[in-house]
């Protein structure tokens, strides 16, 4: 294992994957003083190949027997609406909540997906590419393994809530029920009800980009592990072994994060649909 032609031992190897590609001082942790380059990158790039797939769905979409893909899309959309019609009561308000349901499960389950590349494939290449164009050498490649997409996300759900709220509630509705719930409409109570309502609504956002950063994150190192132990392969006993483990547990881990990477969108996707339809209900 190596960067730039130098020998790391395990710990620099690890922190060297997790360094992100960014417009300031390199580190290993979320920083929202800079931007991360390489999350920014592949967001924007799974976000369009997502948003294409749907589409090429619908283009090619036949009134006759679906293909696979337009099965496969079909039986996604109709899970999607099943369970917004569940949540979301409002039909013209489902309009736009199931599609973006369905757009954030899609573009969330690429993003994690990501992590099932070998974890030097795109490094490696980077190394040979991003230093040779003035870039530095780090190039990490699951963006749901970096809080600040994760706690995007959530903000960007957090002001769909905000907007339902108001819509649905009306400004000046909203707003008193900001100050009476879920205590009362006592004077005295405004103050401890609008706290409430404050560290719930930031409890909230908090949780839903904690949870998916939180799982991927922890993904992401058990690979870079198993990457460690392949690369300890050496032609003795120890290294045989060590070999034949990385080959054996990573196949295993790589299955067992298909379910993972698959459940992680789907409840990212379902706490959406909840706080969205909590945006439509009255206390």
């Known amino acids: 294992m190596s960067s730039q032609g130098q020998e790391l031992t395990a710990g620099e190897y ?50 006759g027997v679906p293909g696979r893909f337009q099965a496969a899309v079909e039986i996604l959309v109709e899970m999607v609406e099943s369970q917004a019609k569940g949540i979301v009561h409002n039909a013209q308000s489902r309009k736009l909540v199931a599609p973006l349901a369905l757009t954030v499960f899609v573009w969330i389950f690429l993003m994690n997906a990501m992590d099932l590349l070998p974890v030097d494939l795109i490094p490696a290449i980077w190394h040979s590419v991003g230093p040779a164009l003035g870039f530095k050498d780090y190039m990490r490649v699951v963006p749901t393994a970096d809080l600040s997409v994760t706690m995007g996300l959530a903000l960007g759900v957090l002001l769909v809530c905000l907007f339902y709220n108001m819509k649905i509630k009306g400004i000046g509705g909203w707003a008193h029920e900001l100050i009476t719930a879920p205590f009362g409409a006592h004077p005295l109570l405004w103050p401890v009800n609008l706290l409430m309502q404050l560290i719930e609504f930031f409890a909230k956002t908090l949780s839903h980009g904690m949870r998916l950063f939180g799982n991927m994150y922890a993904g992401e190192l058990i690979f870079f592990l198993i990457a460690l132990m392949g690369g300890a392969f050496t032609l003795s006993a120890t290294g045989i072994f060590l070999g034949i483990g990385h080959i054996v547990a990573g196949t295993i881990w790589a299955i067992f994060h298909i379910l993972i990477i698959t459940l992680q969108a789907f409840v990212f996707m379902m706490l959406t649909l909840v706080y969205v339809g909590q945006a439509h209900d009255a206390h």
């Open 14 to 63: 690890i922190r060297h994957h997790l360094g992100h590609l960014q417009t300031g001082k390199q580190t290993a942790v979320a920083d929202f003083s800079v931007l991360n380059l390489d999350s920014a990158f592949w967001s924007l790039l799974l976000g369009v190949l997502g948003c294409w797939l749907l589409w090429r769905a619908a283009r090619n979409a036949t009134a």
